[in-house]
């Protein structure tokens, strides 16, 4: 199947300072990304959708500007979480999906995200 | 739909005994149906998939239901072991808008005592 990997897998960092979470798939070209992210014991939320090449759909209630993503190439999407607070402190999640897969989505392992 | 608020339901099974995890979905013009299968700190992982033109699809040891009419879907784990502890999610779709979001449900925690 298809494998999608995300860097880090653990981030410990002091509020008010920015993240980097990279979403990679690594054998299939992946034309759009989602970002997630799951707080303790919840579902998974949706906060963005990414095509490659164009900007991010925001879910209501998600700050663009605080969550900025990436999606310059086809095996890529970046997530910034800018300016971080202890309320962004999450798991967060992508999937990817390209024209191998159909409709189907592959998750990546996930990042756990904790701001001090 | 979207979990909101609430702790996961758990389901507790004797290992060995055949499980059954339930979900409700919200959207009557979701025609794509997925279970996850989650452990802790990892992300979802695929157990199963079911179109809307079919009510039954079986896998290794699991099988999906679909009620279209209640819109119910059901997941049957068969001999359950202790490595099905996890949480299950279900997702809904529509499989001809090409690349839209999954929408997951609020998922169960399945505890297996061995």
């Known amino acids: 199947g298809a494998v999608v990997s995300q860097h880090p897998s653990r981030v410990i960092c002091k509020s008010g300072t920015s993240v980097k979470i990279e979403c990679r798939s690594l054998d299939f070209q992946a034309t759009t990304m989602f970002w997630y992210r799951q707080f303790p014991k919840k579902s998974l939320m949706l906060m963005a959708t990414?095509?490659?090449?164009?900007?991010?759909?925001?879910e209501q209630g998600v700050e663009k500007d605080k969550f900025l993503i990436n999606h310059a190439s086809l095996t890529l999407s970046t997530l910034t979480v800018t300016s971080a607070h202890p309320e962004d402190s999450s798991f967060y999640i992508c999937?990817?999906?390209?024209?191998?897969?159909?409709?189907?989505?592959?998750f990546g392992p996930g990042t756990r995200l904790t701001v001090l | 739909g979207e979990s909101v608020g609430l702790h996961l339901p758990t389901l507790s099974v004797q290992e060995g005994d055949n499980s059954i995890i339930n979900c409700a979905y919200s959207n009557s013009a979701s025609d794509y149906f997925i279970w996850y299968k989650q452990e802790s700190g990892k992300g979802p992982q695929f157990i199963i998939d079911?179109?809307?033109?079919?009510d039954k699809r079986q896998g290794q040891r699991v099988t999906v239901l679909l009620n279209k009419t209640v819109k119910h879907l059901s997941l049957q784990i068969a001999a359950t072991q202790p490595g099905d502890s996890a949480v299950y999610f279900c997702a809904e779709n529509i499989w001809s808008s090409g690349n839209t979001p999954l929408v997951f449900g609020k998922g169960t925690r399945l505890s297996v005592i061995a």
């Open positions: 990414s095509n490659e090449g164009s900007k991010a759909t925001y």
């Open positions: 079911i179109r809307s033109n079919m």
């Open positions: 999937s990817a999906q390209g024209p191998v897969t159909y409709n189907e989505q592959f």
